[in-house]
């Protein structure tokens, strides 16, 4: 027996020992006669422990296994965008053509299309000299997306031959004058980040059209957040909406462990959606990772890594890119099974003890780089967090809390009110307006922060006076307190209320965020004057051009009417005072 | 077959079995036991290695000692399956239990069941009325979704389940349903109920029904859904058939995979279940839906009863994790005398968004229900006011509201147990009992509704 081929010794469900190999730590193996793909995950003198990325059944002791040398890669190069993959990169829809409607095991698929021709249009010259990282060349890969060929990582020299045409992945397009040959293909180990130069401190919002979150709890690109919340209460709508309207250049999105009509309509709905920042259909900028929740649980430990690296990999063009990962829990829970078949010692409800760190590791590969080439690319990172029974004190929610920089809580009270997106502003939280105010300043309004501060501590008295209206009654409340429980109330149903499904509702730009705001302040003033002047509350708040302008949110082209709606309802109150 | 019988036991531990100086045995391969008395038991192979194979015996290990032979049977377990299993009466484990003739296989099918890619998978969207109004109008269900039943003991998620079991029909067609129906533990009496209930209108010609009683093996549990998902894809994928799966109480079922695990020595997760139910069970969930290129589809309609009646709990909340929403039966309205006592809070079908309208159920309907969902909401939540404040304290609107939740219990919620509404007077109905509230408070209804159905302010 040599080093390269040895037999299976145990299997226990995905976790599988050989012995007779040495292996490498994360090295690919083939197990079984079937050749099932799997990674060594540990080394015990002769033995190798291999995660197994298909079902096990019918796998004998004794079956060969085989060393592959590589480490678990994703293939990268043009035909990424618009593709949907299991969580080891192998294409759903290549899989349907060779094994149908089931997915059947023991069937390999490469992640790019390695016959596909692609138009490449060299960007250097002979000469040039290159270092890695370096733009070569660069393929239209859709309508909206130029794929930028780079050297890969490692890879330098001058360049001897270069040519611009018709070809296909794995041909060559550039050769160095040390003989390397440059495909547009590269591979990548998903467990290793990608390098850059350096990283920035992130200072761009990324824009997601959702007021509560632009407006109150803002992600900036290339930052992190985390949206925990129990069963039902929003955590894929809110995914699926910023992987629709967020302005990001590319979006991966993970479905990891969750449910499979999900990945399906996102698929037939993406083709038909049009990005409101190009223009253009949305799938023309997305990449899907879709293990669902009965695929087998190893590939879902791989199918984060996987989607990572695909972004890193378009950030490194100098892209903005965004991952959505729902739900990260899954990928925790997978990591819990692989570690207690292999009898790790538990940590907290027998989650392994490296599980903070793993979640660490993960969200560090977010950030805002300085790319090799010495562009501006960014990965901002939005988990999902799915907390048994919605209590966050469990071990993922807090190991995620511990690193990312905004909290998104979602709330199943919020959810059961049909309060939507039912995130709480209350427990919610951004660390990023410090470092993004600017930005809104100079791009939004210069009183920007100042509105937002305002709004926010208009909810926390509301807050605090609700508590005493549950004791007795909002009509015991004095006058100016029941206004401020009515603006409170127009801020709730007017701005943090935006349905996720409305044509309309569903996406509001900055500036509309901040004129929606402007004009609850503004009726919070116009309202206090009448009430100055003798209206009644009853009047002053019931004026129908405040409904108006409430409910013509959700026609076309608000933007251009909320000023003369407000300019109406001023009118109005004003009018309802006069009559007393 | 391998044919060989080894007598190599080691050890015997709650429902496991550990043996020695096999040859290799291959992980979830079919084992029988032969006993010192010469009883059969059936068991599966969770663990192998060169050293060690560890059974997992479905009946239990009473009665087995040092001495019972085993014997692997080369294979993973397989259902036979044929259109002949329509209108069969099955046991936990497949064996007719109707005294009928062996099932003539037409082929044989692995019951863990591949995954359905999920890129050849079809979004659900037709429209199911189950002629019960709080589902219809405010949890829609819709063909090919998996929507549980959260009870608790004492409730009459039975009656339920089977109601919409005879009554569900696609609007405006009479296209049958297949009903699976796989019961996990369930009592004898209980399963008396649906089976009288199923023979005495006729369905039970067009079921299949695999039957795991209270006192049959626990782990035997651990196969009975897995055989009648078996049942249903082949009957939905290869037959063209819609398969209504009903299954019942997955809470036995996941009893039985805490007692596999514990016996297994696996560190529990919460509530001493294993780590991986929420895999589990999605293993089980997500063999439901549509898939492109075939006609047929698989509805699934799990009930669960929550311990103690948490939501929380681990069983709920797994579920609700992996299912497509939920019905919640409501001990308050059951003790209220309310049939059915469906609490619509809680309540929720995820896929009722895309199946409603004015091409499938009515043009209002998605209007009508949240207006009814949230004046319902309202009134509830002024019960608890008025317990401390008043039914005086009140303003006119919400007196109003208070009083509608009343009506919406009464009138909207209740309906006898074979009253089978259709779409449109479930909606009337909810026009009718709208008019208690002044429209100026109903502002979750699109004028052009209220000017079209309203009864007495329609133009
Ligand atoms: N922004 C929104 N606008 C309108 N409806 C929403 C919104 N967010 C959530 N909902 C409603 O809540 C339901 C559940 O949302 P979602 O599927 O996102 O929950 P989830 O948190 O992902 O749950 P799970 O953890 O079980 O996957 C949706 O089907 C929809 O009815
Ligand atoms: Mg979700």
Redesign the pocket.
């Known amino acids: 027996m040599s080093d390269e081929n040895g037999v299976i010794y145990r299997i226990s469900g995905p976790v599988v020992t050989a012995t007779g190999i040495r292996s490498r730590m994360y090295e690919v193996v083939r197990v079984g006669h079937e050749g099932l793909m799997g990674e060594v995950i540990e080394l015990h003198g002769d033995k190798s422990v291999i995660q197994v990325y298909e079902d096990t059944s019918g796998i004998r002791p004794g079956e060969p296994v085989v060393r592959t040398g590589q480490t678990l890669s994703v293939q990268l190069g043009p035909g990424l965008l618009t593709q949907i993959y299991d969580g080891i990169q192998r294409p759903l829809p290549v899989l349907e053509k060779t094994m149908g409607t089931f997915i059947e095991r023991g069937v390999d698929a490469d992640g790019l299309d390695l016959e596909k021709i692609w138009d490449f249009e060299a960007t250097v010259s002979v000469g040039d000299e290159l270092e890695s990282g370096n733009v070569i060349g660069t393929v239209q890969e859709t309508e909206t997306i130029v794929h930028k060929v780079m050297l890969p990582p490692g890879t330098s020299g001058k360049v001897a031959s270069i040519e611009s045409g018709s070809f296909n992945v794995t041909q060559t397009v550039c050769t160095l004058d040390d003989g390397t040959e440059i495909q547009m293909m590269q591979k990548w180990p998903v467990r290793s980040p990608r390098p850059f130069k350096q990283k920035y401190a992130p200072d761009t919002p990324l824009v997601t059209g ?1 007021r509560i979150l632009d407006f109150l709890f803002p992600l900036a690109k290339g930052g992190a957040a985390g949206i925990p ?13 910023l992987a629709k309207y967020s302005d990001a250049q590319i979006v991966v999105y993970i479905g990891c462990g ?2 499979g009509n ?1 990945m399906t309509e996102v698929l037939d709905e993406f083709p038909h959606l049009i990005d409101p920042n190009t223009g253009k259909p949305l799938m023309n900028r997305t990449v899907m990772i879709a293990n669902t929740s009965n695929m087998p649980v190893a590939a879902r430990e791989a199918s984060v890594y996987t989607g990572i690296t695909i972004a890193e990999y378009f950030r490194d063009m100098g892209y903005d890119v965004a991952l959505m990962a ?2 990260t829990s899954r990928w925790a829970e997978a990591m819990r099974e692989i570690s207690s078949r292999l009898e790790e010692m538990p940590g907290e409800e027998g989650y392994p003890a490296y599980l903070s760190s793993r979640l660490a590791e993960f969200y560090e590969r977010a950030g805002r780089v300085e790319t090799l080439e010495g562009e501006d690319g960014s990965v901002t990172v939005i988990g ?1 967090v ?1 907390p048994p029974g919605g209590d966050i004190s469990e071990p993922v929610s807090q190991g995620t809390l511990r690193i990312v920089k905004v909290f998104w809580g ?1 709330d199943a009270g919020l ?1 059961r009110q ?1 309060h ?3 995130i709480n502003w209350l427990s919610s939280y951004s660390l990023y307006p410090q470092s993004l105010d600017q930005w809104f300043r100079d791009n939004i309004a210069t009183d920007f922060p100042e509105i937002r501060t305002e709004i926010s501590s208009l909810l926390q008295v509301e807050a605090e006076l609700q508590e005493i209206v549950q004791l007795v009654g909002s009509d015991a409340l004095p006058v100016d307190q029941q206004l401020t429980l009515e603006v409170a109330r127009m801020i709730r149903e007017f701005f943090l209320q ?5 044509d309309v509702d ?1 996406y509001s730009g900055l500036e509309q965020q901040y004129k929606m705001a402007k004009a609850i302040l503004t009726f919070q003033d116009s309202a206090k004057k009448a009430l100055a002047a003798g209206g009644q509350l009853e009047d002053v708040v019931n004026v129908p051009a405040r409904t108006n302008l409430m409910r013509d949110r959700f026609e076309p082209g608000y933007l251009d009417r909320v000023d003369g709606l407000v300019d109406e309802m001023n009118k109005q109150i004003a009018a309802a005072a006069e009559e007393n | 077959m391998s044919g060989k019988e080894y007598r190599t036991i080691t050890d015997v531990k709650g429902p496991l079995v550990f043996l020695e100086k096999t040859e290799p045995v291959a992980y979830g391969e079919i084992v029988q036991l032969r006993l010192t008395d010469g009883s059969m038991k059936n068991g599966q192979v969770l663990d192998t290695s060169d050293d060690m194979v560890v059974v997992q015996v479905f009946e239990g290990t009473a009665g087995v000692d040092l001495g019972t032979g085993v014997k692997f049977m080369g294979d993973v377990f397989k259902l036979p399956v044929s259109k002949d299993l329509i209108g069969r009466i099955l046991d936990g484990a497949g064996r007719p239990r109707d005294g009928g003739p062996a099932i003539v296989a037409e082929g044989e099918a692995d019951i863990i069941g591949a995954a359905i890619n999920p890129y050849s998978r079809q979004s659900p969207h037709d429209f199911i009325q189950t002629g019960i109004s709080a589902i219809d109008c405010c949890t829609t269900l819709v063909r090919g979704q998996k929507l549980p039943i959260f009870s608790a003991s004492g409730l009459p998620h039975n009656d339920i389940a089977l109601q919409i079991a005879r009554q569900a029909k696609l609007k405006d067609s009479d296209e049958e349903f297949i009903v699976v129906f796989c019961a996990m533990g369930i009592t004898a009496e209980e399963y008396n109920f649906f089976r009288s209930d199923l023979e005495r209108t006729g369905a039970l010609e067009n079921a299949v029904l695999f039957v795991n009683l209270a006192d049959d093996p626990a782990v035997e549990r651990l196969i009975t859904p897995r055989l009648a998902l078996t049942a249903a894809e082949y009957l939905a994928f290869e037959h063209d058939y819609h398969v209504l799966v009903v299954y019942t109480d997955v809470t036995n079922y996941c009893d039985a995979l805490r007692q596999i695990g514990a016996a297994r020595e696996e560190v529990p997760g919460r509530r001493g279940y294993p780590g991986y139910m929420y895999t589990d069970l999605a293993m089980l969930y997500e063999r439901a839906g549509l898939v492109k290129g075939k006609k047929g589809s698989i509805t699934q309609f799990p009930i669960l009863t929550m311990p103690g009646d948490d939501i929380t709990h681990p069983i709920p909340d797994l579920s ?3 299912t497509e ?1 939920q019905i919640v039966i409501s001990r308050e309205l059951h003790g209220s005398g309310i049939y059915p006592p469906i609490n619509v809070l809680p309540s ?1 079908s ?4 895309g199946c409603i309208g004015e091409k499938t159920t009515r043009e209002d309907h998605k209007s009508v229900s949240d207006q009814m969902y949230a004046a319902y909401a309202q009134g509830r939540e002024l019960r608890g006011l008025v317990a401390i404040v008043g039914e005086d304290a009140l303003n006119e609107r919400d007196k109003q509201l208070l009083d509608f939740s009343g009506l919406f219990e009464d009138k909207f919620l209740r309906q006898s147990r074979d009253e089978d509404r259709s779409i449109d007077e479930t909606l009337d109905l909810c026009w009718d009992l709208m008019q208690n509230i002044s429209t100026k408070y109903l502002v979750r209804l699109d004028q052009k509704w209220i000017d079209k159905y309203h009864p007495t302010e329609k133009k």
Not at chain 1, 229 to 241: A, D, E, H, L, W
Not at chain 1, 498 to 502: A, D, R, S, V
Not at chain 2, 350 to 353: E, K, Q
């Open positions: 959702m919340g129990p069963f039902g209460s929003g955590k894929t709508v809110t995914q699926q909406s969750e449910r999900e729902d739900s999902a799915s979602l959810a049909r939507f997106p039912a935006q349905n996720g499904f409305h569903a | 609700g994790y992996i929403g929720l995820r896929l009722m968004g």
